[in-house]
T-cell receptor
Framework: KQEVTQIPAALSVPEGENLVLNCSFT??????LQWFRQDPGKGLTSLLL?????REQTSGRLNASLDKSSGRSTLYIAASQPGDSATYLC?????????????FGKGTRLSVIA | ETGVTQTPRHLVMGMTNKKSLKCEQH?????MYWYKQSAKKPLELMFV???????ENNSVPSRFSPECPNSSHLFLHLHTLQPEDSALYLC??????????FGPGTRLTVL
């Protein structure tokens, strides 16, 4: 059974700092991996989607990497801002593909202090 | 705004009440999902519908009853819930291996 773990559970950094969020998964047979952002009491917003054949994806100040063989992904946030404060969720889609449901981690709660 | 809407946004109900949550998407997606998000737990998949057919029921108690009348609408009917069912209920839609698009959720409190 696929399990997704995110470390740390919570992180507080001063504004302007670069930071890395970690995600690990137990079964490397995945179709893709996604990073989502969730603001308190709100739904999820997709940030980056990495297909299993890809190594990384970039969007603005965000860069996500994927090492499928070792079951790891990182989300790098450059020059953090208070508006980046949110919970970041990692999710994998098992290899059976199609509309197979995503498996989520518990998330990392990020606070960026001005 | 992701194109997936959910109503109501907040709901307080007693254990003997019957209520329904509604989700709507007009993104042309063929799959719709219900998730439950409790405090300090990962998102838990509840139900999956593909082309209006239920393809997954993740051992959800029968007090939760989904309905998918067409590919744009998804309901979650609630009856005789327990306080531990209080959570954020999220609806999502998607197409094949694309990302999933989430609604804003319904914050449910069961008294």
């Amino acid at each position: 059974k696929q399990e997704v773990t995110q470390i740390p559970a919570a992180l507080s950094v001063p504004e302007g700092e670069n930071l890395v969020l970690n995600c690990s998964f137990t079964d490397s047979a995945i179709y893709n991996l996604q990073w989502f952002r969730q603001d308190p009491g709100k739904g999820l917003t997709s940030l980056l989607l990495i297909q299993s054949s890809q190594r990384e994806q970039t969007s603005g100040r965000l860069n996500a990497s994927l090492d499928k063989s070792s079951g790891r992904s990182t989300l790098y946030i450059a020059a953090s801002q208070p508006g980046d404060s949110a919970t970041y969720l990692c999710a994998v889609r098992p290899l059976s593909g199609g509309n197979t449901p995503l498996v989520f981690g518990k998330g990392t709660r990020l606070s960026v202090i001005a | 705004e992701t194109g997936v809407t959910q109503t109501p946004r907040h709901l307080v109900m007693g254990m003997t009440n019957k209520k329904s949550l509604k989700c709507e998407q007009h993104l042309g997606h063929n799959a719709m999902y219900w998730y439950k998000q409790s405090a300090k737990k990962p998102l838990e998949l509840m139900f999956v519908y593909n082309f209006k057919e239920q393809t997954e029921n993740n051992s959800v108690p029968s007090r939760f009853s989904p309905e998918c009348p067409n590919s744009s609408h998804l309901f979650l009917h609630l009856h005789t819930l327990q306080p531990e069912d209080s959570a954020l209920y999220l609806c999502a839609s998607g197409r094949s291996t694309d990302t999933q698009y989430f609604g804003p959720g319904t914050r449910l409190t069961v008294l």
